[in-house]
């Protein structure tokens, strides 16, 4: 290193006195010369006001005309001071508008039972409700009570099933979709079955994506409002359960419409439809373009490991539930084992919304508002044909179909879009602009002044380089002042 740093050294130390060896060489112009070279600077640059400064014969126009010309740079230097400290703020603006299309895609939407488990495999494995209520508050990192009832039940179910995994246990008993759950499906009036939605696990068990990235249909585009996708479900209650305790005491649907590429985010983004009810939901597209840093939050660069899109809510799930943060863990007063973020809220490791937190904005996301609005179903005349073709009760069939109906309600969509309120070409314009405004200058200007300051400085290295020798050589020698004591009093 210290070699490294004495080459560095010696070759900087090389090329200066080579610099100074040319600079030695060439002999300096006449003051007169000199002179003329400023004169002529001065009359002939496309800097407007020096001219007059120079020849103008009065010396109070000079003065005006030097008071003018300092005023002007004055007001420039703060006019361009105050646009680049505009531009360096990163400002936006946000512009909103309403594309009409004539073909629009179709978004995707996750289904799952408000009921989770079969009835039978969680009356085999009651603590299933207690463990897997664990699971949906460590997922949403809720704080989890260790005075729970259920916590000698979970370490005795534990210590006896060592082999016990809840996630294949809910796979495996909880919510599916066949021709019984599934009684009607009609997409644009072409029929649909279980084999066009793909399986997904989320807080709520077993859930099913129609539209999925993956799927055909997502491809499709919609070519008439009005309609879209129509749903007939059976929740099937007496097969399907949940513990009331825990707070499930509902019965039906809960539905979430996003983006095909995007996963499915229940929390706080949900809609339910009960049984016994005709669900319709009208909903419209809307896009939203953020900028990238320093202008925005958001991070083009960004990938996730297992999606093919970046999302918030993906990024967040592989954040709390993936290595290098989580670690298997005891609870306190039980051991179940579970993957759990390593106290990623109090250390802050799982942050959102600026561009260098751990799971930024996206720069590109699609929303699908919605507005949704309810019905009794079936009517009188609909009950009696349905129980007739189903071969069930209208009690059953009051307590168990759920009907959902959800199309766009115009062939449109809405664009958010976060713009640069200043670019670069429109900074060099304003720049441009006040340069032209107070002094009249331009591009050219600049290079003029640049070639005349150089010039002068060139002049001044070679006037350095020239006199500083001549005055070392014709300084007096210094005097022994003893010597010329001894010689007076020789004298």
Sequence with gaps: ????????????????????????????????????????????????????????????????????????????????????????????TTSME?????????????????????????????????LWNIVSKVLHLQEISTNSTGSKEAIDFLASERNFSITEFVKENGFYLNSSTLLECEFFGKPCGPEDFAHVFTEYGNCFTF????????????????????????????????????????????????????????????????????????????????????????????????????????????????PPHCEIIFFSKYPVLIFISDHIEVKGLCTVGTHNSSCPVPCEETEYPAFISYSTFPSQKALKYLSKKLNQSQQYIRENLVNIEINYSDLNYK????????????????VGGQLGLFCGASVITIIEIIEYIFTNFYWICILFLLKIPEMAQGAPAPQNHLGNKDSIEVC
Aim: charged share 20%.
């Design 415 to 430: 664009i958010t879009q976060q713009q640069k309120a200043v670019s670069v070409s429109e900074l060099l314009a304003d």
């Design 211 to 322: 539209n999925h990235g993956e799927n055909i249909q997502a491809k499709e585009k919609v070519s008439v409002s009005g309609r879209g996708l129509h749903l007939l479900f059976n929740v099937n209650q007496e097969e399907f359960t949940d513990d009331p305790t825990l707070g499930f005491v509902d019965a039906g649907i809960t539905f979430v419409i996003h983006s095909p590429m995007k996963v499915p985010q229940f929390d706080g983004l949900g809609l339910s439809s009960p049984v016994g009810m005709h669900t319709r939901v009208t909903i419209r597209q809307v896009k939203t373009v953020h900028q990238e840093y320093p202008w925005g939050e958001c991070n083009p660069h960004m990938k996730l490991q297992n999606f093919r899109t970046y999302s918030t809510s993906g990024c967040l799930q592989e954040c709390k539930l993936c």
């Design 98 to 130: 309403v594309q009409y299309v004539e073909r629009i895609e179709f978004p995707a939407v996750t289904f799952c039972n408000l009921n989770r488990f079969q009835a039978e495999a969680a009356a085999t494995f009651g603590i299933i409700f207690f």
């Design 1 to 92: 290193m210290e070699q490294f740093e004495k080459s560095n050294t010696q070759a900087k130390k090389g090329l200066l006195e080579k610099i100074k060896l040319y600079l030695s060489k060439k002999t300096l112009p006449p003051h007169t010369d000199r002179r003329k070279f400023d004169h002529d600077f001065a009359i002939s640059t496309s800097f407007h006001g020096v001219h007059n400064i120079v020849r103008n014969p009065s010396r109070i126009r000079k003065v005006v005309w030097l008071l003018v010309v300092l005023g002007s740079i004055s007001l420039l230097v703060w006019q361009v001071y105050s646009r680049l400290v505009n531009y360096f703020r990163w400002p936006t």
